[in-house]
């Protein structure tokens, strides 16, 4: 390695450096919030980076003990799993028939599919608040699993036909010389390759369930029933009192795995969106 | 061998229909039918609606259509909130997106070279995405907090803030303990805006990574072999290349962004002081939901439509365009 080339891969850590601190600093400190004592949290002259007080478990405790955190993780879960399927199983048919069979139309339709995403929550929710009150999904996770995909639905039927149109129609072509029927060569062809697709919108919809706000905090109100987003601002802030400890430690407890599932399909993610969103 | 391929693919699209489903029109129709028929029901129907809404003077109390009426539209356009909420739009999201595109294209230029501990910095740049927003924003409520910030504390140890019950202590660039980050319009105008590129920019810099891998290692190679400098470099040969994918990010990060509640809802509820830092989002849930108003919410989310249709669809041609040449 010459002097440049240590010169360049230097800056490239500083560089790095500087941008892991804006984005993990917060983190950072609510790692360490969540195990302080809030004599040590309540004193602007107190170092807020390290303990000045030995770390506690108590504000783990009050989050799991009294309070639905362990519900509000598990609704969110089942929320977000139920979404993501909703989504697969309605945006790979929908985003296969605008990119291959609907012929001129596809694009046109693949457009509008875009632009129905683009109606904010905030005009629809209104309206839909009638239609959860009708289906009697209020108080219930069931209004978030119907509702959630008037989102995602649009959005990954749009990424997943600039997707599916990067896939060379000849190879379905070839397995339905070989004696397979069009529906036969899209299972066994075009869906295994339309796999970092696939993938790329499971991620977009499960983000885009997860950060969901408006609708959960519109429509469900009881406390078991609440998601994470909602459960977390609703219940560990009551009045003026900000439970601070445990709203951090509710925040970590999520990201730290998400980001992890995250990293691990970054590099498939990375492949899918290329392809799709550049085509689509 | 090109031969026999030519005849295969002819033959292929010879395939008698054996089945049903092999009549193509018929199996994109029926493809397309779920997603087709979800949107046209759980999208379409409360979209009319809530455009009937718009046109109306339904509230929570009278919720009947008795008749339609553009009172509501003079209504809400002669209100002073309304049109800072409008300018707000306008400013966080143009603020907070050229901040985050530029910043995530230097970003991910960082990460596409191989350096040790990778993996982590990878982790704990996606932090802010892997984070429920509504969540994100309560950690940053605390990082700007008038009495507790940690970001006031370091600046009171750098000697930027007053440190108290030091005599003769002078603040650099504020003679106070504090800044109240969120104690005054300007600075709660620069919170809003950090929040916003703090949670874009995972996403942005992920997006151009994906673009920057799709330029070919040999064009870089060749133009290194030239000795052409980086900048140039840049300019002349990534950016062209990045361009589709770049607007793809771009209007990404503009329709989360112009569309957002949470982080005004949550940060600065709209203050200070009062509905100064307002957005059309968070407005209209003031006004619709908590006031109960629902024909002036409908109508103040409205104006975010044509913004958001002439943005995209502008973007998209664009993006298309450059993909062709």
């Given at each position: 390695m010459n002097a440049r080339e240590i010169g360049k891969s230097g800056l490239n850590y500083g560089i790095i450096t500087l941008f892991v601190i804006f984005t993990a600093f917060p983190f950072y400190w609510m790692l360490i919030a969540t195990f302080k004592t809030s004599n040590d949290l309540y004193k602007p002259a107190n170092n807020p980076f390290i303990f000045n007080q030995p770390p506690i478990l108590d504000n783990i405790k009050l989050l799991f003990n009294q309070t639905n955190y362990a519900s509000f993780v598990a609704n969110t879960l089942i929320v977000g799993v139920a979404v993501v399927l909703i989504t697969v199983l309605m945006a790979v048919p929908a985003a296969y028939s605008l990119a291959r069979l609907a012929g001129p139309w596809g694009e046109k339709l693949g457009i509008a599919m875009f632009m129905v995403y683009l109606i904010p929550p905030t005009l629809l929710f209104i309206p839909m608040s009638r239609v959860v009150t009708v289906l009697g999904l209020r108080d219930s996770i069931g209004s978030q699993i119907v509702i959630y995909p008037t989102f995602t639905v649009p959005f990954c039927t749009w990424l997943l036909m600039g997707f599916m149109k990067s896939i060379p129609p000849d190879v379905e072509e070839q397995a339905m010389v070989d004696g397979y029927s069009r529906l036969g060569a899209i299972v066994r062809v075009t869906l295994p390759l339309a796999l970092p697709g696939i993938l790329t919108i499971v991620v977009f919809a499960f983000t885009l369930t997860m950060h969901e706000f408006i609708y959960a905090l519109a429509f469900v109100t009881a406390s078991e029933h609440k998601v994470i987003s909602t459960g977390v601002t609703t219940e560990l802030i009551r009045g003026d009192v900000f439970f601070w400890q445990a709203i951090m430690a509710a925040g970590i407890i999520v990201a730290v795995p998400v980001a992890i599932v995250y990293n691990l399909f970054l590099d498939r993610f990375i492949a899918g969106f290329t392809l799709g969103a550049v085509k689509g | 061998v090109t031969a026999s391929t030519t005849v295969q693919t002819q033959s292929a699209a010879e395939v008698p229909h054996r089945y049903w489903l092999d009549n193509e029109r018929l199996l994109g129709a029926v493809m397309l039918f779920p997603a087709g028929i979800y949107i046209i029901v759980l999208v379409g129907v409360p979209f009319v609606l809530a455009i009937l809404f718009a046109f109306s003077d339904v509230t929570v109390g009278s919720p009947e259509i008795k008749g339609l009426t553009l009172e509501t539209f003079q209504r809400v356009l002669s209100d002073p909130n309304f049109q800072r909420a409008l300018q707000n739009n306008f400013l966080f999201t143009f603020l907070s997106q050229l901040i985050t595109i530029v910043l995530a294209n230097i970003l991910a230029q960082a990460l596409a070279r191989n350096f040790r501990g990778k993996w982590l910095v990878r982790f704990l740049i996606l932090l802010p995405w892997a984070t429920p927003i509504a969540i994100g924003t309560i950690g940053w409520l605390w990082m700007l907090d008038s009495v507790y910030s940690p970001i006031d504390w370091i600046f009171r140890n750098i000697g930027l803030l007053k440190q108290p019950g030091v005599l003769g202590s002078v603040g650099l660039l504020k003679n106070s303990t504090n800044m109240y980050w969120l104690g005054e319009p300007v600075l709660a105008t620069m919170s809003v805006v950090l929040v916003h590129v703090w949670r874009m920019l995972p996403m942005s810099t992920v997006i151009i990574m994906a673009g920057l891998t799709s330029i070919s290692p040999d064009i870089r190679d060749a133009v290194q072999v030239d000795g052409v400098g980086w900048w140039r470099e840049w300019w002349e040969v990534t950016l062209p290349l990045l361009r589709p994918i770049l607007l793809v990010a771009l209007l990404f990060g503009i329709i989360f962004t112009f569309t957002d509640m949470t982080v005004v809802y949550v940060l600065t509820?709209?203050?200070?002081?009062?509905?100064?830092?307002?957005v059309l989002a968070s407005w209209a849930f003031i006004k619709g939901i908590q006031g109960g108003n629902l024909s002036e919410g409908a109508a103040t989310v409205i104006f975010m439509l044509p913004v958001l249709l002439g943005v995209s669809l502008a973007m998209l041609r664009v993006a298309r365009q450059s993909e062709v040449r």
């Open positions: - | 509820r709209g203050g200070p002081p009062p509905n100064t830092t307002q």
